[in-house]
């Protein structure tokens, strides 16, 4: 079965600094895809940025920008110049081609210090 | 906003009790996945649609039904309540962008069994 890590469960990041969120994941599958989503006190959950494994270019999504490295199984998330609305936890996600698998990794709680 | 509108908000009941949480997907998506987020499972996938017909199946217990109508609004029914059913139920629809799915998540339900 797939499974998604982050291990990271705080992180803090000064505002206006870049901070990047860790996400491991396994599968033996080639063609998946990935999510990072953002939930914030409100607990809607907000996506941010998503990746086809079949793309080698790393998504980019204005100030969020991944790190997908498909052999070691990896997907980073990196937030430039951090505001404060980024205060969030960040959730990695990990879906297969066929739509019949999508698992949450435990969740990173990003504090931004003003 | 995500496009995506669940009711109620909140919902306090007792245990044994039977509830129906309910789910509006963006217009035109035709996808509606139910999700449960608690404090010690993270968020796990329950269910999914497509245009009325079940589609996956995750971790749904067999008190847990779901179905989604000919408008496309989905229905979560959950019997037979247990203290540990307390938590964040979440809807999101789907939509392909770029021949990828990604989901937008409601703002969630937030059900409490005493």
């Known amino acids: 079965a797939q499974t998604v890590t982050q291990s990271q469960p705080e992180m803090s990041v000064q505002e206006a600094e870049t901070v990047t969120l860790s996400c491991t994941y396994d599968t033996s599958e080639s063609d998946y895809y990935l999510f990072w989503y953002k939930q914030p006190p409100s607990r809607q959950m907000i996506l941010v940025i998503r990746q086809e494994a079949y793309k080698q270019q790393n998504a980019t999504e204005n100030r969020f920008s991944v790190n997908f490295q498909k052999a070691a199984k990896s997907f980073s998330l990196k937030i430039s110049d951090s505001q404060l609305g980024d205060a969030a936890m960040y959730f990695c996600a990990y879906r297969d081609a066929y739509g019949q698998n999508f698992v949450f990794g435990p969740g990173t709680r990003l504090s931004v210090l003003p | 906003d995500s496009g995506v509108t669940q009711t109620p908000k909140h919902l306090i009941t007792a245990t044994g009790q039977r509830v129906t949480l309910r789910c509006s997907p963006r217009s035109g998506d035709l996808s509606v996945y139910w999700y449960q987020q608690s404090l010690d499972q993270g968020l796990q996938f329950l269910i999914q649609y497509y245009n009325g017909e079940e589609r996956a199946k995750g971790n749904i217990l067999e008190r847990f039904s779901a179905q989604q109508f000919p408008d496309l609004h989905s229905e979560l029914n959950l019997s037979s309540l247990e203290l540990g059913d307390s938590a964040l139920y979440f809807c999101?629809?789907?939509?392909?962008?770029?021949?990828?799915?990604?989901?937008?998540f409601g703002p969630g339900t937030r059900l409490t069994v005493l």
């Open positions: 999101a629809s789907s939509v392909q962008i770029a021949g990828a799915e990604t989901q937008y």
